[in-house]
Nanobody, 126 residues
Framework: QVQLDESGGGLVQAGGSLRLSCAAS????????AGWFRQAPGKEREFVAT????????YYADSVKGRFTISRDNAKNTVYLQMNSLKPEDTAVYYC???????????????????WGRGTQVTVSS
């Protein structure tokens, strides 16, 4: 099991930026793909972005493509989500997750991931 702890959320105006971090501990984080999801009130958990174990490949939801960037530093056991040009519809709790089952690339469904953090709130005001 990989333990995950997100940070970096907060309140930002539309058009602003935030950088989320997810620190991992436990099993070897660098062996697995990692991803970010989000969940707004009353909505299902939604895929945002995923990154391969070696950072060679990334994949994004259409809604964030060109605005968000996922990255990782395996030496620091951390995955990041840089969010630019934020919109009010980006408001949600953001979760990081790790796929230790080596799901076929790209893993985009919540069921593809088996370790989850507790989430960090991102609120974008208009």
């Amino acid at each position: 099991q990989v333990q995950l702890d997100e940070s970096g959320g907060g309140l930002v105006q539309a058009g602003g930026s935030l950088r989320l971090s997810c620190a991992a501990s436990g099993r070897t984080f660098g062996d697995y793909a990692a991803g970010w999801f989000r969940q707004a009130p009353g909505k299902e958990r939604e895929f945002v972005a995923t990154i391969s174990w070696n950072a060679f490949s990334t994949y994004y939801a259409d809604s964030v493509k060109g605005r968000f960037t996922i990255s990782r530093d395996n030496a620091k056991n951390t995955v990041y989500l840089q969010m630019n040009s934020l919109k009010p519809e980006d408001t949600a709790v953001y979760y990081c997750a790790v796929d230790t089952k080596y799901t076929a690339w790209p893993p985009v469904n919540p069921r593809d991931f088996d370790s989850w953090g507790r989430g960090t709130q991102v609120t974008v005001s208009s």
